[in-house]
């Protein structure tokens, strides 16, 4: 056989090796301990009832995005990386300005939500079974990173290689300082903001919208003294799974132009809601969005590291 065909060989039972203990494995055992028993995949936790609104939802959004563009005109006024009299942003504008800075989402949009709504529960940030809510994210990092991975890798094969802007600004500037800000815009930052905004916000939002439990009057502007009506039991799969799908498109939206990630990213997200929605916090989405912001930022440091 051939020096090529060899490789190929022993690459693809190498990948079949990696797709059978990372997926099949973990899966088969919760169909054995779990689906065959007719259990569902997590148990439903009470709910507190989120009375968000579009108002409360557009301010997130403009939040979100007004950070970002601040901190890019601040970094654009201060091109100079000898400049250090802006220091914290001495980066690529992506990795300051739309990565680090974005922290200040969180920190200014919870206070102005909690101030609409006085209670933080209202947009799934809750500390009752935090230890619980931690390993659930573990676990659930188990059976869903090793599929979103594994759809990245064929999309990047099938339709168009994986590409960000985090590895072009590594593989141009390989310094300590870069290598510690990205780590933290990506690993910290970004899951934490991301889950507030999209899970914690948006999804929470729309999921009251397509209950089908609310007056639609509360869509636009809902009081904290509003109530839902019925128990929901009697919802159609539209009604259960419309936020989430419509939440899912829009951040993998987010995504375009990172070649395909778009693709996996969408079930990702999908994933996260189906999370989110059962156990009532982001704090799991948070964990699982981490552990794979970690994976991704290890191995390609891994590769820098080879090239160099």
């Keep these: 056989m051939p020096p090529n065909e060899l490789t190929l060989a022993y690459t693809a039972i190498y990948m079949a090796g990696l797709f059978f203990l990372l997926v099949i494995l973990p899966w088969k055992t919760v169909y054995q301990r779990r689906l065959k028993h007719g259990l569902p995949l997590l148990e439903q936790r009470s709910l507190v009832p989120a009375r968000l609104d579009f108002i409360d939802m557009i301010m997130t959004l403009v939040i979100y995005f007004g950070v970002q563009v601040v901190g890019i005109v601040v970094v654009a006024e201060n091109p100079d990386p000898q400049d250090n009299t802006n220091h914290f942003l001495q980066l690529s504008p992506f990795n300051s300005a739309a990565g680090l800075s974005t922290l200040l989402t969180f920190f200014v949009a919870v206070p102005v939500i909690y101030f609409r709504r006085g209670d933080l529960r209202a947009m799934r940030l809750r500390f009752d079974r935090v230890t619980e809510l931690v390993r659930i994210g573990f676990y659930a990092s188990l059976l869903i990173l090793p599929v979103t991975l594994v759809i990245n890798i064929v999309v990047s094969i099938v339709v168009t290689p994986y590409g960000h802007p985090v590895i072009d600004t590594l593989l141009a500037e390989t310094s300590v300082s870069t290598i510690v800000y990205t780590a933290i815009t990506v690993v910290i930052a970004a899951p934490l903001v991301e889950e507030f905004v999209f899970r914690g916000v948006i999804l929470t939002y729309l999921h009251r919208v397509f209950s089908g439990q609310w007056d639609s009057n509360t869509a636009v502007y809902c009081s904290n003294t509003a109530n839902a009506h019925g128990d929901g039991e009697n919802s159609d799969l539209f009604q259960l799974h419309g936020a989430n799908i ?21 079930f990702l997200s999908f994933a996260l809601g189906y999370v989110c929605n059962k156990t009532g916090s982001i704090l799991p989405c948070v964990i699982i969005h981490m552990v794979l912001n970690g994976i ?3 191995s390609l440091y891994f590769m820098i590291l080879y090239q160099s």
Excluded at 246 to 266: N, V, W
């Design 246 to 266: 419509l939440t899912s498109l829009l951040f993998a939206a987010l995504h375009i132009g990172q070649g395909a990630a778009y693709i996996p990213l969408f």
């Design 296 to 298: 991704s930022t290890v």
